[in-house]
C-alpha cells in the first residue's frame, strides 16, 4: 500500500488533497509534490522485504503515489544496474583522477529502461496514477524521449496519448510514438512552444498534461533512480557487487547527487528529492533541491578536498 498523504505546493507549501487530479498548484501555479507518512512507512518496511521483491520500480510501492496495485503499470522499468566507470575519470579529468576524486565514479545505466531512457521512471508512475484518478488520455510535450516512454504507458493502460513535439523532431521518435499508438501534431517552433500548446489542447480537449512540471508524479518515479533504495535501507551498494568498497553510501557520496539536483529537477534533481524522503525515514531532517546551476562533480570535489 502507499503512504501517500497529501499534495504540498513547492512554492508556497499549500496543502491539496492527494486522491484527486491536480496538474499545478492552484493559488500560485508551481509544481505540486506528494508527500508521505514516513513515519508509518519505517515502520512497516524492512530491508530484507524490499530486498525480495521484483526487480522494478514498484519495489518502492509504499513511497510510490498510486494506491491499488491493479493500476501499477510495469514494463520492467527500474533496477537498473551500476557500472563501476573506473577509467571514464580519467579520460574525463586527469588531474581530478590525480587527486582520486573519480575513484568512486559509477554510472547508473538507464538506457535498460523499457523505453531505452530514465523517462520511463517518471512516465511509468505518472501515468499509472492518472490512470488510477480516472484519466482516459494523457498528453505531453515532448522533443523525443519522454513522449515514447508516455505513448507506451498509456498504450499498456488502453488510454489515448497525444503529444505535441517540434516539427524537427527525429524521425525515430515519430516512428516510435507512432508505433505505440499516440497521435502527434507537429509545431514550428521550440519545446516552449510545445508545452504551451500541450497545456491549452489538453484544456480544451479534457486531456491530463504530463508534460515536464505540470504534474506530481513524474518526480516520484524518477527518485527511485537511486534514493529510494536507500531510503528503506536497501543495500544498493551489496546487489550491484560494491562490497570491497563500502555496503553503505555515506551521506557525504550523497552530497555530490544533492548538488547536482541544485541544477535543476530533471533526473539528478529528482534523485535527490528522493534522498529527502529518504532522510525521513531515518527521522532527520528533509531538504529539497533549489535550481542555481552548478556543476555537480567539481563543487563535489571542492567541497571534500
Ligand atoms: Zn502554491
Redesign the pocket.
Known sequence: MSFLTHLE?A????ELEADRLWNL?P??Y?PLLARYDLEQASRALTREEIGNREASLWRYRELLPVRAPRYALCLGEGFTPLVHATRLGQAACPELHRRGGFAGLFIKNEELNPTGTFKARGLAVAVSRAWELGVEAVSIASSGNAGGAMSAYAALAGMGAYLVMPRDVQQSFLAECRALGAEITLVDGLITDCTRMAAHEAQKFGRFDVSTLKEPYRLEGKKTGLRAGRAIGLDLARRHHLSHRRRHWPDRDMEGLRRAGEAGLDRAGATAYGYGPGRGLRADGQSFPRGSGICPALAWMQHHR
Open positions: 505546493c512554492m508556497c507549501g499549500q498548484c493559488t500560485c508551481k
